[in-house]
């Protein structure tokens, strides 16, 4: 199945509005110079950096960077959390020519050092200085600058990449910006060209090593233009930002900003998100799908847990809000008689529901992993549309994106104008676009397997295309196939079963034997909630992994996951996982996806233990038996 170029709406006869993005970005001061477009706390208030002083500083920082030896064509990374400066950054970068390369702030140190060692990057620039020591011992090779984003400046060793603070090079810029590097740094924005390098993007590393993805200044100003062509915003609106820079993902999204002028405010962390979502009152936010399920399984767990005539009000106000869905999902209005209901149903609960958020929100984004329609479906009953996407690493961002006034929840929408998916024989989704990236950084055999001599990428995840709707239904290399030759697609299994209350992961397994079982780790704040309201007793995640009770919950979970899937697929055995899956411990990539080898090698044992017919000692942990 070929669907051609989606929602084709003509570019320029250059094919590219601007040459690269300092251009972009220049086009966007000329239009908003004093309007705000980046907010930050600092100190507890919220404050302001306007388009013109992003532009400043970022010369600023690109002049110093210069002064100090990065040279065009160089690489450059950027090791830390979202924050205006890090934004300064990636501007300054692109300003040089340089090609910027960014790293989790949650990797290990061997690991930055190997993705260091693999761009040959000549200089980083870091939040604070807790890894300067593992910079030091063993070097990278190439690396030379050190930049601390904090302004520490600790002496370096004989030998050692010198160390200069944020301010110290952006004092040294702005005196070679006096003394005629402006004048070099506006040669260089002009000679940039499309399909120069922009920057490299390390693929999380879920089902193998991480690769580099080359991506150019083409790749980011098409991806930019789309993006403004279907998910429309403008200087009114305001995104908070709760995802890495370092993900594709979020960066496409601010660099959308910059091609459309909205407001970007970065969230202070994870445990400050619904505060920021009172203080800041966005209009749209983009997330991967766990805020989305956490949020629907706190939902859902009210109705259950309440009980008496509030759970009643709260249902009655729900289906309510799934009736008017129905309506709305078709463009069709409400009749009277349910709009009245509907009313009801918003000054009671709804409103309420919608206000956890803020209060503004027009949309939501999900992406960098499968969102659950349940969860979607939940939420639009509440007034709250969560608009699905997909795009990996090397697309620089989406491929594919449910639009405001089209969308078809389960999937992740039609492609993006100019555009192209088809199918493989097998089901593997193939895409060709100005958006896929040039090649993987040093890997001709790894990039000719993924980009066929017609340019397409082979993306590795099977789909099924109706309408023009995209569907993912599971990874390529995931794909189960019990001994009795029946296929089962495990994503859409764990997708079911991470919506359950305290469940935060799921690893289905099952390839090559009789039925299908289940890894399960657990949401361990909301388990230990619940043990306090029960008495259980717990005070730890060890504790919670072999308590009766919460075998019980969770077994109760899977038997209603069992009862809407064909026999094949049920879940015939549970282990719960003696400790969370974690990044730290190697079980989760820094996008939170499950690391599947990993995970199915650490607990062979356990998994083993779930096989009665072929069982080998049982391993120490929780299994809870068999369901029907």
């Given at each position: ?6 929602d ?8 590219l509005?601007y ?6 970005f220049?086009?966007?001061v ?9 907010r ?6 919220w404050r ?8 400043e500083a ?14 065009r064509g160089?690489?450059v ?14 501007l ?5 020519g ?38 030091r ?11 601390t ?30 003394q ?28 193998g090593e ?9 790749n ?9 062509n279907?998910?429309?915003?403008d200087?009114t ?10 993900h594709?993902f ?5 660099w959308?900003t ?12 994870e ?26 399984a ?14 009643a ?10 009736q ?10 409400l ?9 009801v149903?918003?000054r ?10 803020g ?9 960098g ?9 939940l939420?639009?009953a ?11 690493s ?32 097998d089901g593997?989704i193939l ?9 993987y950084?040093?890997?001709?055999q ?13 993306t ?12 993912i ?56 909630e ?6 259980l ?15 019980q ?20 055995g ?19 996806k ?5 995970v199915?090698?650490?607990y ?19 299994a ?5």
């Open positions: 199945m070929h669907e051609s170029p989606s084709f709406v003509p570019r320029p006869a250059e094919g509005a040459r690269n993005v300092i251009a972009m220049a086009a966007r000329r239009r908003s110079a004093h309007q705000p477009a980046l930050f706390k600092e100190g507890g208030v302001t950096m306007s388009w013109s002083r992003w532009q970022s010369r600023e920082l690109a002049a110093g960077l210069r002064e100090l030896g990065v040279s160089q690489r990374a950027i090791l830390a959390r979202s924050s205006p400066r890090w934004m300064v950054a990636d300054a970068i692109a300003m040089v340089a090609v910027s390369v960014p790293v989790y702030p949650s990797l290990v140190a061997d690991q930055v050092v190997a993705i260091l060692e693999d761009s040959g990057a000549v200089a980083i620039l870091l939040e604070d200085d807790a890894f300067l020591g593992a910079l011992d063993p070097r990278p090779e190439a690396l030379r600058l050190v930049v984003m904090d302004d520490a400046s600790p002496p370096a060793a004989p030998g050692e990449p010198s160390v200069r603070g944020w301010e110290d090079v952006l004092a040294t810029g702005r005196t070679a910006l006096e005629g590097a402006a004048e070099a740094l506006d040669a260089l924005a002009t000679s940039i060209a499309a399909d120069d390098e922009l920057t490299y993007v390390y693929t999380s590393g879920a089902t991480p690769k580099g993805a080359v991506l150019t200044h083409r980011l100003v098409f991806e930019t233009w789309a993006i403004k279907v998910v429309p915003v200087h609106d305001e995104q908070l930002m709760v995802l890495p820079l370092a594709i979020a960066r496409h999204l601010v959308a910059v091609e459309q002028g909205a407001v970007t405010a970065f969230a202070e962390g445990d400050r998100i619904y505060a920021n979502f009172q203080e800041i009152a966005p209009t749209f936010v983009a997330a991967v799908p766990r805020m989305y399920e956490k949020a629907y706190r939902i859902v767990h009210e109705v259950t847990d309440r009980g008496g005539m509030a759970a009000v709260l249902e009655r106000a729900l289906e309510v809000g799934r008017a869905s129905y309506f709305r999902q078709r463009g069709e209005p009749p009277t008689r349910l709009a009245l209901k509907l009313a149903a918003e009671t609960v709804l409103r309420r529901i919608r206000d956890r958020f209060g503004r929100i027009r949309f939501f984004v999900s992406g992993a499968p969102l659950p329609k349940e969860v979607a479906e939420f639009h509440t007034g709250l549309l969560i608009l699905e996407g997909y795009g990996l090397e697309t620089t961002g989406a491929t594919h994106v449910n639009r405001p006034e089209r969308y078809r929840f389960g999937t992740v929408g039609p492609a993006i104008p100019g555009s192209e998916v088809r199918l493989a024989e593997e895409v060709r676009s100005p958006a896929v990236m040039a090649r950084h040093d890997r001709p790894d990039t000719a397997e993924a980009i066929d001599p017609e340019g397409w990428l082979h590795g995840d099977i789909g099924e295309l109706r309408d023009g709707f995209l569907r239904t599971d990874r390529k290399k995931d794909l189960l196939k019990t001994s009795t030759g029946k296929y089962v697609a495990p994503l859409m299994i764990e997708k079911r079963l991470r919506l359950g209350h305290g469940i935060a992961h799921a690893t289905v397994c099952g390839d090559a034997r009789p039925y299908v079982v289940a890894l399960v780790s657990l949401d361990e704040e909301v388990m230990l619940r043990s306090d309201r029960e008495g007793g717990c005070t730890r995640y060890a504790d919670l992994a072999v308590h009766p009770r919460i075998r919950i969770v077994q109760a979970h899977v038997d209603e996951v069992n009862a809407g899937l064909s026999r094949h697929e049920r879940v015939r549970v282990y719960i996982v003696p400790r969370p899956y974690a990044e730290e411990t190697g079980e989760l990539t820094p996008t939170r499950v690391k599947r080898p990993v199915l090698r650490r062979a044992e356990a998994i083993e233990a779930l096989y009665p017919a072929e069982r080998s000692p049982r391993a120490p942990g929780a809870t038996g068999f369901s029907p």
